[in-house]
């Protein structure tokens, strides 16, 4: 089957490098006091913010007359206060203006205000403040507003997803205050296009899901035995070989440098940073197909369309393989402009344990000559890794390994985080190998306690995989992620003691609602009150 477990920092600002995040980042401000949401005239907010009181007021209603208002701004902010108009314009045929101001916004506006140096709202953090007259959002970086917007959104009727027009005169947000920031500076979502290739609007949908939700990692697995997806153009014959097909035959595909490109852009306008994944020693098929001179495998390198794993492998004792490598990590790297390349190198059958040990780290070094940070699975331990290399937990406690190194780790346990386990055993699509997870098992967690001797400053966040052996297209996609993915964004978001199962089953089924609008495929979990 198909295979793939955190430091209490304020955010995953895209501008660190990787060293800086890991190694430098310190524990967050004092949070204020956690307020669980829940009850039936709550706030359906999710995440959960870390703090939220209620004003008891008249609520701020959007009307015609509305305008935005940016203090303090920057490209960036004036980009967050187009994309909040963009929204609002379409549901409601409102104008809502955008325009910069020096001073206050006045009464009638929703404000967006850049003010550094709030250490309690940290890089990705925000205070709303929803009044009579106006509302005001404040944080110390566009990332941060970008996040509040996102609750301004979840905090309007539902109707405000509709890509039409909707006939009302007044669009109310509830009178309240609302401060917040994230748990986990690293809070993603796995996509594997590799084994079922799926297209840039795709793609672009799962982020839009994403950002709603405040996820701002896609760790997108580009490469596997079923399929090669990433141009390169110093080796072309891995696309024009290794993309043919996919699980259960089929076209198969791959991105262009120029659709890559429209992703991370895509991404990146909604706070969202791209990791590309290169399999590696195993899982390589499809590139040891394109070049079968490099192959070791067990069986003949030849186009695979099935879904067993552990039989494939490049030869690591050959010089050839890692020039190879070398012009793979150089390409990636050079269209990445995030700062981690994951290798991979998981479920490696056909190799002596002294083989790995020196592939995994002579590719490290390769991966550090490009300036990136290595990121692999939890197997990677086995080798001496780099105290900034992060190391993805998901089978078991192996991972620890890499605390003896100084290395931090990303939790991605498959029994409670993989999206293509399915959440019962008559669920049409998924597999059963890691566990049955239905939302409750998502949800019911905590990341600080879940590895025996691993505290929160070991722990760099929190990854929620869908690997693609069932998943054909995105209307699959997230009938699998949903609302499983909207736990795991809970959980790696909201602090602990502000999190509890009742109220967000509540918060859940008011979402359903919403989720219609956008036209999101999900399944109806029997433990929701939808």
């Known amino acids: 089957m198909s295979s793939r477990g955190l430091m209490s920092c304020s955010s995953l600002a895209f501008a660190l490098a990787a060293a800086a995040f ?71 045929d409102f104008p809502f203006p955008v325009a ?19 250490v309690s709202l940290g890089e990705e953090g925000y205070r709303l403040t929803v009044a009579t007259d106006s509302v005001r959002l404040v944080a110390n970086s566009a990332a941060g507003l970008f996040h509040g917007v996102q609750t301004i959104r979840q905090l309007l009727p539902v109707e405000v997803e509709s890509d039409i027009g909707v006939e009302r005169s007044v669009w109310p947000i509830p009178a309240l205050t609302i401060v917040d920031q994230p748990r986990f500076g690293w809070r993603g979502a796995m996509l594997d296009v590799a084994r079922h290739f799926l297209t ?43 993309s043919l097909t996919q699980v259960g035959g089929g076209p198969g595909g791959f991105f262009t440098k120029q659709d890559y490109q429209d992703i991370i852009r895509y991404a990146r306008a909604r706070y969202i940073l791209i990791v590309p994944e290169i399999e590696m020693p195993g899982h390589s098929n499809a590139w040891l197909t394109a070049y079968p001179e490099l192959a070791c495998s067990v069986r003949p390198s030849a186009l695979y369309s099935g879904t067993d794993v552990g039989w494939s492998t490049v030869c690591v004792d050959k010089d ?20 981690y390349f994951h290798i ?6 056909t190799l002596t344990a002294e ?59 498959s029994n409670r985080t993989y999206l293509d386990m399915k959440y019962n055993p ?25 590895l025996a001797g691993v505290t929160e400053q070991n722990i760099v966040g929190v990854e929620a995989p869908l690997w693609g052996e069932t998943v054909r297209n995105i209307t699959a996609a997230e009938y699998l992620a949903m609302p499983r993915l909207v736990a795991i964004a809970e959980v790696a978001w909201t602090p602990q003691a502000a999190r509890e199962w009742q109220g967000f089953r509540s918060r859940v089924a008011a979402h359903a609602q919403r989720w219609n609008y956008m036209g999101i495929n999900y399944y109806r979990s029997p433990q929701i009150p939808w």
């Open 426 to 450: 008559k669920t049409e699509l998924g597999l059963t190998w890691a566990a049955l997870i239905d939302v409750n098992d998502a949800y019911n967690w905590d990341p600080a306690l879940y």
């Open 200 to 242: 840039v609007p795709e793609v672009k949908q799962y982020i839009d899901i994403m950002a709603l939700y405040k996820l701002n990692v896609l760790h997108l697995h580009l490469t596997d035995d079923q399929g090669w997806r990433i141009q390169i153009d110093s080796r072309p014959r891995l696309t024009a070989v290794g």
């Open 100 to 118: 910069a101001s020096s001073g206050g916004s006045g009464s009638g506006s929703i404000e967006l205000r850049l003010a550094g140096g709030d």
């Open 22 to 92: 890991v190694s430098a980042c310190s524990p967050s401000a004092p949070a204020p006091p956690p307020s669980p949401i829940s009850g039936t005239t709550a706030p359906r907010v999710i995440p959960a913010p870390s703090s939220l009181a209620l004003a008891g007021g008249a609520p701020f209603e959007l009307t015609r007359t509305t305008r935005i208002t940016l203090v303090g701004s920057s490209p960036e902010v004036a980009a967050v206060g187009d994309g909040l108009a963009t929204l609002l314009r379409k549901s409601t």
């Open 344 to 349: 991979g190198g998981d479920e490696v059958q």
């Open 320 to 339: 050839d393989t890692y020039a190879f490598l070398d012009d793979v990590v150089r390409e990636v790297s050079a269209m990445t402009p995030g700062p």
């Open 355 to 413: 083989q790995y040990v020196r592939f995994i780290e002579r590719v490290q070094n390769i991966v550090y000559k490009y300036g990136k940070t290595m990121i692999g699975w939890e197997e990677i331990t086995k080798a001496r890794i780099r105290p900034t290399t992060i190391a993805q937990q998901w089978k078991s406690d192996s991972a620890t390994a890499a605390l003896k190194y100084g290395a931090k780790l990303l939790l991605s346990p």
